[in-house]
């Protein structure tokens, strides 16, 4: 099983509301990700959690903010999103975190109005 | 010089055909190396790893040239349900998870 999965699958929000998106997995892996694309390029890198802790932000705006409950969860808080945050947001999860396969879920698709 | 570069294509091949797609990759010292399926508004899903022995999977064979620093993937026999965008993706190179992707190549098979 690599099942990875994501809720919820489409978002439409004002630029004032705050909403979260979810990423669950069950594989027993101990990395998870954070990943944004746009139409017609590849997914960009957010955010990395190991064994629970951020290890990698890559310099994402804090109207973004990651949250990893535990092993198993992750969460992507937004507040204050601009129309230009408007993606798709993919969530993996790996076993490990050096060069381990990632899994992806099927992504949250995210409209900023 | 991007760290993966990929021909975006797109390919477009008659059902059957043969096509190949190749990447390159400028870190000498990436250690792991993945061929993703990406299908329209879909999530990428792992076609395959990359080996320097080359592997093969059905109708699919991936080699890695780590001295020209080029991953190669062959599709025989193209299905309709190939059509898809295929993501050349590098893992980090040291203790990072960080993936580098390919801007990714396009297949259009046709009937």
């Known amino acids: 099983d690599t099942e990875v999965t994501q809720t919820p699958k489409h978002l439409v929000m004002g630029m004032t509301n705050k909403k979260s998106l979810k990423c669950e997995q069950h594989m027993g892996h101990r990395a998870m990700y954070w990943y944004k694309q746009k139409a017609k390029k590849p997914p960009e890198l957010m955010f990395v959690y190991s064994y629970e802790k951020l290890s990698i932000n890559e310099s994402v705006p804090s109207r973004f903010s990651p949250e990893c409950p535990n092993s198993s969860l992750l969460n992507l808080h937004l507040h204050a999103l601009q129309p230009e945050d408007s993606a798709l947001y993919l969530c993996?999860?790996?076993?490990?975190?050096?060069?381990?396969?990632?899994?992806f879920g099927p992504g949250t698709r995210l409209t900023v109005l | 010089r991007k760290e993966v570069e990929q021909d975006p294509g797109p390919f477009n091949v008659p059902e059957g055909a043969t096509v190949a797609f190749n990447c390159t990759y400028s870190n000498s010292a990436s250690q792991s190396f993945f061929w993703y399926r990406q299908d329209c508004r879909k999530e990428p899903k792992l076609l395959m790893s990359v080996y320097s022995s080359g592997n093969e999977d059905g109708r699919f064979t991936a080699q890695l040239n780590r001295a020209s620093q080029y991953i190669s993937l062959l599709i025989r026999d193209s299905k309709l349900s190939d059509s898809a965008t295929y993501l050349c993706?590098?893992?980090?190179?040291?203790?990072?998870?960080?993936?580098?992707f390919g801007q990714g190549t396009t297949l259009q098979v046709k009937p």
């Open positions: 993706v590098l893992g980090g190179s040291g203790n990072t998870g960080k993936l580098i």
């Open positions: 993996a999860s790996s076993q490990g975190e050096a060069g381990d396969t990632q899994y």
